[in-house]
């Protein structure tokens, strides 16, 4: 059974800098491509960076591009994302979310059936 589990999360400063972080297991984590989201209170869920199986290609939204990195270690079977910069309005609930098909190529569209496991969240406020 998938099970990715996000930490990392808290509250910060604008301005300030945190690092979440999406551990998985039951999965052959070197084999899918991964990706992070956020959803504030009473938006959708947004697209916010990929990264593909072997960590060779990235993709970004236009929101985070030049803030957020996102980057994976696949002998730890994990994935980061550190966040430079927030401002109150990246105050939302992070997800990771694996591929459902192992090698395939990342999109900034992801639909929902591209998508296998998605983990619990971890929460980032970012206060003005």
């Known amino acids: 059974q998938v099970q990715l589990v996000e930490s990392g999360g808290g509250l910060v400063q604008a301005g300030g800098s945190l690092r979440l972080s999406c551990a998985a297991s039951?999965?052959?984590?070197?084999?899918?491509?991964m990706y992070w989201f956020r959803q504030a209170p009473g938006k959708e869920r947004e697209f916010l960076a990929a990264?593909?199986?072997?960590?060779?290609?990235?993709l970004y939204a236009d929101s985070v591009k030049g803030r957020f990195t996102i980057s994976r270690d696949n002998a730890k079977n994990t994935m980061d994302l550190q966040m430079i910069s927030l401002q109150p309005e990246d105050t939302a609930v992070y997800y990771c979310?694996?591929?459902?098909?192992?090698?395939?190529?990342?999109?900034?569209?992801?639909?929902?059936?591209?998508?296998?496991?998605w983990g619990q969240g971890t929460q980032v406020t970012v206060s003005s």
């Open positions: 039951g999965i052959n984590f070197s084999w899918y491509s």
């Open positions: 990264i593909n199986w072997s960590g060779s290609s990235t």
């Open positions: 979310a694996s591929n459902r098909a192992p090698y395939r190529a990342i999109t900034r569209n992801p639909t929902p059936g591209l998508l296998g496991s």
